[in-house]
């Protein structure tokens, strides 16, 4: 149950920037690491604004394009899920999206590629936040509704929530009473949600706030899909490299694995190349949670 996030394509310092400069793409070497450990999915990150340069309707670049593809393709050629996941927080170009229709036909032309690759998985948005529960709805009803459009019918599609998309606010900040509204013609809609353990949930400090914080935060989510008969995923979660942390993650698989009726998998932030030394990276074989987690909580593969 155990996934990975490749945060590969998103560096926000130069728009569109250069290939091996300012964004890279994914290692395949490290995506043979990973599968060999058990994985069994990765979130692709990438910029609307680098797929699409100009506008939400605009052509693609050829170049990016290519590469997303390539990854897509390496990863499921290995019978492992690629989730295509555009990472803007519900922005573009910096600013909020509220061109619905404009957004669904970003969609459609982006589903469109991967029409046929039932390992494909479509992932809506990155963390919307600071946006009207209205909009954010509107906006993944739209994606929905674009991706079905192109004639991918097979895919699973995740969408994410307001405020970060936090498991821990997820009833809270609205989501649960906007978003059990979604229609999906394929009933194939999978909630994604995030979750750090640290105090704020920011996923910026390697202590964690005890070593039952991760179950902690997923209970009324949890209770939430379990009442509407719905499925969700933790598309990213991450914490220090230390005994209390590893105590609280393994809590939280554990959890999981206990509510699997509801839960898909959780799905670690991050790795993929130039993480440095990033508090959270599992990036074989210098990451901080590759040595320290990995190893202990490699009995929730597969479950």
Not at 1 to 24: R, S
Not at 156 to 184: F, H, M, Q, R
Not at 273 to 292: K, L, Q, V
Request: net charge neutral; with cysteine; aromatic share 14%.
């Amino acid at each position: 149950m155990l996934f990975k996030n490749l945060f590969v394509a998103v560096a926000l310092a130069h728009i569109p920037g250069l290939y091996n400069k300012d964004y890279i793409w994914v290692d395949t070497k490290q995506v043979d690491q990973f599968l060999a450990q058990g994985m069994n999915m990765f979130r692709i990150n990438f910029l609307m604004e680098r797929l699409t340069p100009n506008s939400l309707t605009a052509d693609f670049d050829s170049n990016y394009l290519g590469n997303l593809t390539a990854a897509v393709k390496y990863i499921t050629s290995k019978g492992a899920y690629a989730m295509v996941q555009p990472h803007n927080y519900g922005r573009f170009n910096g600013q909020v999206i509220s061109d619905t229709a404009a957004f669904k036909t970003w969609w459609t032309n982006v589903a469109k590629q991967y029409k046929d690759n039932s390992l494909v998985v479509f992932d809506i948005n990155n963390e919307f936040h600071d946006m009207s529960n209205d909009l954010v709805f509107s906006l993944n009803q739209a994606g929905i509704d674009g991706i079905r459009a192109a004639g991918a019918t097979t895919q699973y599609i995740t969408p994410e929530g307001n405020s970060w998309t936090g498991a821990w606010t997820w009833v809270s900040s609205g989501n649960a009473a906007s978003l059990i509204k979604l229609k999906d013609p394929k009933n194939k809609l999978v909630f994604q949600m995030h979750q750090y353990l640290d105090s704020d949930g920011s996923g910026t400090n390697a202590n964690c706030v005890s070593s039952t914080i991760f179950q902690e935060r997923l209970v009324a989510a949890t209770q939430w899909l379990k009442d509407n008969k719905l499925q969700g995923v933790i598309g990213e979660f991450g914490a220090g490299s230390n005994a209390q942390c590893l105590t609280a993650v393994q809590g939280g698989l554990d959890y999981m694995a206990k509510n699997s009726d509801v839960w898909l998998g959780a799905i670690w932030w991050a790795a993929g190349p130039w993480w440095g030394d990033y508090i959270y990276s599992m990036e074989p074989t210098t990451g901080a949670a590759w040595s320290y987690i990995l190893p202990k909580i490699k009995s929730y593969f597969g479950q």
